[in-house]
Antibody
Framework: QITLKESGPTLVKPTQTLTLTCTFS??????????VGWIRQPPGKALEWLAF???????RYSPSLKSRLTITKDTSKNQVVLRMANMDPVDTGTYYC??????????????WGQGTLVAVSS | DIQMTQSPSTLSASVGDRVTITCRAS??????LAWYQQKPGKAPQLLIY???SLESGVPSRFSGSGSGTEFTLTISSLQPDDFATYYC??????????FGQGTKVEIK
């Protein structure tokens, strides 16, 4: 059974860097054909895809946010970290991490964390 | 970026109705499309991947079709548990991945 859980601050100030950690179980990033992505959702709004990291450390980012995002993995700890620089109040929302596998084509995310709500305010 | 446009934005239907949601891509994405269901306060749940493949454990009343730029999600007989918001997502590796704006299915 695959589980994922997001952790990080609930409140950040404008211009600060947000660091979120996704801790997972039920799969390993040592295994080829798997990856972890991040998605966010402002209150009452649609989902927005942010970034994805593959088992081989290949990465992909949303073009509109690429300059602000960094996704990394610690395979030994079963963790993926997302950093988003220069936070703004419009970045307020729930941030999810999710698993993608090659049999789905990676981008179809079959298991999701519960999400973590991040507010950006001074 | 590829834009994903869902229609309608809101849909009012009754239990037992056949419901169809459309998702259009601004460019061809082959069959790299997923559908998710999201209930208030919960994470999305994968329903369909590769446009028409049913995720394990998802009821067979859900089905997906289409390829290229036009896709549909059909619920053959709407059940009380199906009132939720539905999102399409394209994941063609030639482009950045993107979600549609969502379709809320409400009780009529």
């Amino acid at each position: 059974q695959i589980t994922l859980k997001e952790s990080g601050p609930t409140l950040v100030k404008p211009t600060q860097t947000l660091t979120l950690t996704c801790t997972f179980s039920g799969f390993s990033l040592y295994t080829s054909g798997v990856g972890v992505g991040w998605i966010r959702q402002p209150p009452g709004k649609a989902l927005e895809w942010l970034a994805f990291i593959y088992w081989d450390d290949d990465k992909r980012y949303s073009p509109s946010l690429k300059s602000r995002l960094t996704i990394t993995k610690d395979t030994s700890k079963n963790q993926v970290v997302l950093r988003m620089a220069n936070m703004d109040p419009v970045d307020t929302g729930t941030y999810y991490c999710a698993h993608g596998g090659h049999n789905y084509g990676f981008g179809a995310l079959d298991s999701w964390g519960q999400g973590t709500l991040v507010a950006v305010s001074s | 970026d590829i834009q994903m446009t869902q229609s309608p934005s809101t849909l009012s239907a009754s239990v037992g109705d056949r419901v169809t949601i459309t998702c259009r891509a601004s460019q061809s994405i082959s069959s790299w499309l997923a559908w998710y269901q999201q209930k208030p306060g919960k994470a999305p749940q994968l329903l369909i991947y590769k446009a028409s493949s049913l995720e394990s454990g998802v009821p067979s009343r859900f089905s997906g079709s289409g390829s290229g730029t036009e896709f549909t999600l059909t619920i053959s007989s709407l059940q009380p548990d199906d009132f939720a918001t539905y999102y399409c997502q394209q994941y063609n590796n030639s482009f950045a991945w993107t979600f549609g704006q969502g379709t809320k299915v409400e009780i009529k």
